[in-house]
């Protein structure tokens, strides 16, 4: 069985979820290959996924033990 993890971040006045699947991500009801895809789409500028959705700040305090 494959973990979901959510995320999410506001931008232009809009909360955008997006949900990390074994393949890749699931926004508004379509697969995307990246976190990076869909933060693209969303802004339309070239960002870090990772980055935009919060989701390797999440993951560093996750490493050093933070809740």
Same mark, same amino acid.
């Given at each position: *069985?494959?973990?979901?993890?959510?995320?999410? +971040?506001?931008? $232009?006045?809009?909360?955008?979820?997006?949900?990390?699947?074994?393949? $890749?991500? *699931? /926004?508004? #009801? @379509? &697969?995307? &290959?990246?976190?990076? !895809?869909?933060?693209? *789409?969303?802004?339309?500028? !070239?960002?870090?996924?990772?980055? /935009? /959705? #919060?989701? @390797?700040? +999440? =993951? @560093?305090? =996750? =490493?050093? #033990? =933070?809740?």
């Amino acid at each position: *069985m494959s973990k979901k993890r959510p995320a999410g +971040r506001e931008w $232009g006045g809009t909360r955008h979820e997006v949900t990390v699947v074994e393949n $890749g991500v *699931m /926004f508004r #009801g @379509k &697969r995307y &290959r990246s976190l990076s !895809q869909v933060a693209r *789409m969303i802004t339309g500028r !070239q960002w870090s996924g990772p980055l /935009f /959705f #919060g989701v @390797k700040a +999440r =993951a @560093k305090e =996750a =490493a050093n #033990g =933070a809740r």
